[in-house]
């Protein structure tokens, strides 16, 4: 029989479990294919924005999610999402491939506009791309990074701060100050 401290600790298991969103469980097959289908092209996006180079972006993703198969058993959901904790292991090993190069490349050409209204249109969304690539460059790397986590990763911002180690409070400020620090930029 179970003492009543296991009970409870198998009780508090599910609850955390439960408040976390994350009834995945990661040590089967299909959990783990389940959550790589749900967050590789949010993954792969922001590691394109980290890296600025398609290619290394390509490897550096799919080495996160190697890396993420590997340690799935050391996956808790205590401490947030599956999604934020894919984040986490693709962001440390993006910054990685940073250190590694020490540089930062530029990418090779912009992804596909597939909602492009027509040609006409062509001209003024390349500008803005550029407006805000040029805007981009100018935050800080640590604004930056936020920026690709909520933007191009699709994050909350309580995800954001799990990846991260930051309150969910810090996270939302220094958030908005990057934004409007890209909009007068933009101006």
Aim: positive net charge; glycine residues 6%; charged residues 35%.
């Amino acid at each position: 029989m179970d003492s009543p401290e296991r009970r409870s600790k198998d009780v508090n298991d599910a609850a955390t479990e439960a408040l976390s969103g994350s009834s995945l469980t990661l040590n089967t097959a299909q959990g783990f294919e389940d959550l790589y289908r749900n967050t590789f092209p949010r993954v792969y996006a922001y590691v394109a924005s980290m890296l600025r180079d398609r290619s290394a972006a390509e490897d550096v993703t799919a080495l996160a999610f190697e890396r993420a198969y590997r340690k799935r058993g050391r996956f808790s959901p205590r401490r947030g999402s599956p999604e934020a904790w894919v984040f986490g292991i693709a962001r440390n090993a993006a910054l990685d491939e940073l250190r590694k190069l020490k540089r930062r490349a530029t990418l090779e050409g912009d992804p596909a506009d597939v909602w492009s209204p027509g040609p006409d249109d062509e001209a003024e969304r390349a500008f803005r791309r550029e407006e805000v690539r040029a805007a981009l460059a100018t935050l800080d790397p640590r604004d930056r990074d936020l920026v690709a986590l909520k933007f191009a990763g699709g994050l909350s911002n309580a995800e954001i701060a799990r990846v991260l180690g930051i309150s969910e409070t810090n996270v939302g400020s220094r958030l908005h100050r990057a934004v409007e620090k890209l909009r007068k930029a933009c101006q």
